[in-house]
């Protein structure tokens, strides 16, 4: 295996959107020939909130198919579900134990997560990021993909490693560092601009979805929620419009082009001609993908296959390391 080893993860808790596109799924598209990559579908991170189980697997094959229809090869990756490598767990157990209280109560996103209901929400969501760390761990990975919300869920899995490490007296955990996505796009709800677009939000019209169909795109822009002036003339001004500035965003990342750019051949234009040319480049890069993936839907033994072959080559990796942990620990000789 390549000595640059990229780990990401996609939990399948609800339809993909034009955020987990744009954040992570087209970036993993342009990394997969500089890294050896290792895409894992979380479903054991997604029951850490309640799923519905006739449609936990579908979502999995969903997520592989938009990974396939937006150019990651299978051939070249591997793409699994995690539930499928046991040694997932068995690893965060061992790192159960290495982690200190302290460490995980100081995770913002657990409290961004369980908000006001502390009490109530599960110790999965609690412990998720040591379940991140084994993920990470277990392949070695060089490199993980990390938006700002997964800065210290990284950080946590570095100081996991450098404690285990030291603990035994060895060098069996690599140390991952963050690979800082280049355009840093962190898209936000076209129904709220202070917060991210989320798959599991619950207005639909929150979101652009990668399998939405044109009409659909043409009608969430449309609704999109937005100030009453005309558009920005400098950036300045943009960022003090947090509903325009997102969509501006959205044109960039979707158009390749520069947000000066942009808000110079939009600047004091009318709100609905320049939603009228954001749905066109929306279109240009959803349509493509949302044709591609319901054609893939269409054959699940060809999904499931992927799936079953990523396993497989997930857990002989997986299997090895756990092998050398045991040793380390004294379980095994
Ligand atoms: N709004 C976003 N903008 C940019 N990147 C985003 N990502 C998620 N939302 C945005 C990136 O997508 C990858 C997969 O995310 P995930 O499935 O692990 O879960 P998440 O980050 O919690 O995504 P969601 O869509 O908000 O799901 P729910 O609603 O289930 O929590 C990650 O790389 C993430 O940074």
Known sequence: MSNKIIFSGVQPTGEIHIGNYLGAISQFVSNQDEY???????????????????????????????????GIDPTKNIIFNQSQVAEHTQLAWILNCTARVGWLNRMTQFKDKAGKNKENASIGL?????????????YSAS?????????????????????????????????????????STRIMSLRDGSKKMSKSDISEYSRILMTDSNDEI???????????MNMPSSSEEAGNRPEIEN???????????????????????????????LTKVIISIVEPIAIKTKELLNDQDYLDNI????????????????????????MSE
Do not use: W
């Open 36 to 70: 050896k990559s290792i895409f894992s579908i979380v479903d054991l991170h997604a029951i850490t909130i309640p799923q519905n189980p006739k449609e936990l697997l579908n979502r999995t094959r969903q997520v592989l198919a938009i990974f396939l229809a937006s």
């Open 126 to 138: 609690y412990t998720y990021p040591i379940l991140m760390a084994a993920d990470i761990l277990l």
């Open 143 to 183: 490199h993980v993909p990390v938006g700002d919300d997964q800065k210290q869920h990284l950080e946590l899995a570095r100081d996991i490693a450098h404690k285990f490490n030291t603990d035994y007296d060895t060098d069996i955990f690599r140390l991952p560092e963050p690979l800082l996505n280049k355009s």
């Open 218 to 228: 043409t009608i969430k822009i449309k609704k999109a929620k937005t100030d009453s």
């Open 247 to 277: 969509l501006l965003n959205i044109y960039c990342a979707c158009s390749g082009e520069s947000k000066d750019i942009i808000i110079s051949d939009f600047s004091g234009k009318e709100i609905s001609s320049f939603k009228n040319e």
């Open 307 to 330: 799936l079953k072959k990523g396993s497989d080559n997930a857990r002989q990796i997986a299997k090895q390391k756990i092998k050398d942990l045991y040793k380390i620990i004294g």
